[in-house]
C-alpha cells in the first residue's frame, strides 16, 4: 500500500478507484504485514525513548495504544476540520493500526524479554565475576608466593592460606588472611589495601609489612618495614576505629584475650626472615622457639620439664634438617630429646612426628 494514497484517504482526496483500493486492502488479511511495517514507521515517529534492554514492554503497548487512539485521534479530528467522512475514515484507519499494534508486539514483547533475559544473565555473571574469591593455602613444609590482581605480592609462611577477590573492585582492596604473610602492596593512595585477620584489621596504602596471626596464638604481630599502616578494629556497631598507627622498624602486638596493644621498635628482621628461608632467634624464649619450630617443620614439639621454659635461645637457622636443629640445641643447653616416628592414624593418614624436650641433668 502507497502511504501517499493512506493520506489522500484520510484527507478525502482519493479517487473513486483509489478509494476502492484503500477500503479492498483495509478488509484483507494480506495487509497485516504492511500494516505491521506502517505501524512500525508511526511508532518510530511518535517515540521519544531509545531502546532499553529494561524497557517495559506492558507500558510501551499502553503507550502504543494511547498515542495512537488517543493523540493521533485528536491530532487528525483537529485538522479534519470537524468533516465526518474525514473523521470517520481516519478512525477506521487508527482500528486498523491498532489491531496491527497488538499483532506487532508479540515479537517485539518475545525480543524484549529474550534481551531482558539476556540482560539479567550477563548482569548476573558479572555479579558472580566480581564477587568470585581465590584461596591460596600454603603447605605445611613451603612457602607461597601470591601476586594479587593489583600486582601486590604476598609470601605465605607454613600452614597459612589467603583468601581475595578475583577482581578488586570498589573503593578497598580486602584481602583475608589466616597464619603468617609478608606483604609488599602496590601503591594507590586513592584505594587503600586492608588486611582482616581475626579480630582485627591493617590498613596500608603502598607499604611492606609482615603479619603473624595463626589460629592457636593469643596475639597478633604486624611488623612494618616500609611505610605506613594503621591497625583497625570493627565496633558492634559497625564503625572501624584506629587502634594504632605504625611508622617504619616498629611491631605492634595485639593480644586477643584483653584488646590491648603493645608496640616496640625492633633492629633487626627476625619476624620476617621466614620469607628469605631463614629462622633466626635473638634471646627468643624456649617456649616461642618451640612454637616457631614446630610450624616450620610440621611436628609436635612438646616441653617435658619446666626448668626449661627460663631458657632463651639466640640462632640462625637456614637449611639444617629437623635432627640437625635439635642436636645443636642440646649442644647449647642442657636439653636432651626423642623423635617419634609418625604413626597411621586412618587409611594413608599419618599424625605428625612427635619431639619431646626433657632436662638433660634428669
Known sequence: MDKKLLENYCNNTCSEEELKSVLEWFNSSACISESKALLLSIWEELSDEESNPQTDFDFILDKIHHKVNLGQSKKLIEKADQNLIKYNRRKHFLNILTKAAAILMIPVLTYGLYISSKYRTTRHNQIFITQAYNEVFSSADAITKVVLPDSSIVWLNHSS????????????????????????????????????????????????FNIMSYPDEDRIETSLIEGYVELQQTQPDGKIITLSRMTPTELAVFHISNNEISTRTINDDRYFSWKDGKLVFNKEPIGEVVKKLSRWFNVDIQIKDPELLDLNYTATFVHETLPQVMELIALVSPVKYSISNRKEISSGTFSKRKIILSYKNK
Not at 584481602?175 to 602496590?186: D, N, S
Open 161 to 208: 592460606s589467603l583468601k581475595y577477590p578475583a577482581i578488586f573492585h570498589g573503593d578497598i582492596r580486602t584481602v583475608e588472611l589466616t597464619g603468617e604473610g609478608y606483604f609488599k602492596v602496590a601503591h594507590n593512595p586513592k584505594i587503600p589495601f586492608i588486611v582482616k585477620t581475626g579480630k582485627i584489621q591493617i590498613k596500608a596504602v603502598g607499604t611492606t
